[in-house]
């Protein structure tokens, strides 16, 4: 049976047949694994090419000369391993990081299965993010809100690198908490799989005078 979302998705994302099945393997581990290590929103699995693949794939058209990726709190792969795999015909690589060590599990399997070019990382993003100057795109998906993210993430984001962060309908609300400690430079770009949702996009961070 045709899955109408993964053909609309795969359209969209104009990717090439090999990369159409390393993702199809992507999924179907994630649907392997899910009734044992709980990935995802059960809920949310029925529309996993719309609801996951395609909110990972997007974000590749954001920053589209990135060739490093770091991505924070990576759970089930999304959006890091799901860029890895879209991107590798574009030499993209992505580092991983995750505090479950049995969602590494997941990752470190998947990545072998679909030829992924990660490295996975079994720590806490505090211990390692300062080791990651120099990558160009750091990202984080449904991790925390914007403040915390932009705590983790200054050693990066205050020397050059790009963080795209999606994020739900409250995305102003947490933007303006976050104005209270950093100085922000962002814009918020639409996401193509919800219309409430933003991705927001920080080019600069700094710490305000006052602080």
Partial sequence: MTDPDRARVLATSRVSRETAERLDRYVAELRRWQPIKNLVGPATLAEVWSRHVDDALQLLE???????????????????????IAGMERGIRVDLVESNARKCAFLTETARLTEAPVRVRNARIEAVVGEYAGVEVVCARALAPMAQL??????????????????????????????????????????????????????????????
């Avoid at 954001?62 to 890895?84: H, K």
């Fill in 62 to 84: 954001l920053a589209p000369e990135a060739r490093t990726w770091l991505d924070l709190g990576s759970g089930a792969g999304i959006p890091g391993l799901i860029l890895a």
């Fill in 150 to 211: 932009l705590a983790w993430t200054e050693p990066l984001l205050k020397t050059g690198t790009t963080g795209l962060f999606p994020k739900g309908r409250d995305v102003q609300a947490e933007l303006t908490r976050a104005a209270a400690q950093w100085t922000v430079v962002n814009d918020l770009m639409p996401s193509r799989t919800d219309s409430d949702a933003r991705i927001v996009r920080v080019t600069a961070l700094a710490a305000p005078s006052h602080r």
